[in-house]
């Protein structure tokens, strides 16, 4: 796997990225977010797990929600970073993941208008196998004044 995140990750990001406790504490890796797109990565372990000795689907829901968040987060005009929060978010789990896989969630902007905004987030296995599906809705909120 890529060295995280990548140096032209902007530096606004990276102290969000910081400052974000619940994917940190999952172990969740933020490779880029840049120009409203990102890429995360998770690497499986038995913390990860439910019932059935696969992965979660919260820890994969809670991934592909945060690339979606920090591509959201990188998306403003001319790199300008933003505030976003999820508003709606729907989620189609396809394959299991197990415990030793790495995840990669990928998030890229299907479409804006106005201050909402959906995004495309696919999660892949270590081999390329599609884990789950998720589109999901952002709201931009205004600047405080």
Known sequence: ???FPRPDTPPEILSLWQNDPAPLALGIRLLRARG???ELA???GAAHGNIHGLC??????TLADTAMGFAALSGGADGETVTALTQSATINFL???R?????????????RHGRSALYDVTVVASEGRQVALMRAQARFLL???
Do not use: D, K
């Open 1 to 3: 796997m890529s060295a």
């Open 36 to 38: 409203g797109e990102s």
């Open 42 to 44: 998770l690497s499986v």
């Open 56 to 61: 979660h689907g919260g820890v994969i829901f």
């Open 95 to 97: 394959s299991p993941a």
């Open 99 to 111: 415990a030793g896989e790495e995840l990669v969630a990928r998030a890229v902007l299907a479409g």
């Open 143 to 145: 600047p405080r004044g």
